[in-house]
């Protein structure tokens, strides 16, 4: 008689979270159904259900498992920076660079689900399921909240809600790049293969969000008339 392998719990678990993270990307997150994952990932109900034991866990765990040592990672890049430079504020290119770094180097990881993740990521800030935009702010906030000191440090003259709507404008930039890179292309001259090389990515957005970052504040005068 031959026995059939049986397949670690783990590997059964990160062929979901793979197949949930191409599917999601593709067909958003209501438009996958559990049919279609199962059949993608060639598991059955019942592993998804012993492995994350419904779909908004599933989903919880597919965002952890990127974002976690994404974020862990942006840190530990502003902490080695703070280090070198024993004590001196750092220049606010240094800290931007630190920030989207970590995610457009994902775009290369087309092999092992990176770039699929990042489309997805991308895609989910403009989604309209709340608990979805609230779990990605929960997972983001510390970083985000150790960056913003950073550039505190290194803008003190910027006034502090000026400062917050600035990396607010920063942040949807970079979202913007992750979730439509392909949109490039409809720009004459673009080379397309230009959206998928993160070093060139990270040299172009840097340099567009410092210039942002950096602009010359609004008068008050600016600002009544606005209003």
Known sequence: MTLRAIKPPHETRTRILDAAEELFM????????????????????A??????????????????RRLDPMN???????D??????GGRALAAEQ?????????????????????????????????????????IGQLYA??????????ER???QMPRDELIWRMHFMFGTLAYTLAATDTVQLIAGCKPEDRYDARLLEARLTAFLLAGLLAPLPSAEDVKKAA
């Open 26 to 45: 593709q067909h958003g997150f209501e438009g996958t159904s559990m049919r279609l994952l199962t059949a993608k990932a060639g598991a059955n109900l």
């Open 95 to 135: 800290i931007i660079r630190a920030f989207v770094g970590a995610s457009l180097r994902m775009i290369e990881d087309a092999k092992c689900g990176g770039r699929n993740f990042i489309r997805l990521l991308g895609r989910t800030y403009t989604d309209p399921q709340k608990h979805i935009r609230s779990l």
């Open 72 to 78: 862990a990672g942006r840190v530990a890049e502003l």
């Open 47 to 64: 592993a998804v259900n012993y492995h994350f034991g419904s779909k908004d866990a599933l989903i919880e765990a597919l965002f952890r």
């Open 80 to 85: 080695r920076l703070e280090q070198d430079a």
């Open 154 to 156: 290194t803008l003190p």
């Open 142 to 151: 510390p970083a985000m909240e150790r960056f913003k000191s950073a550039f």
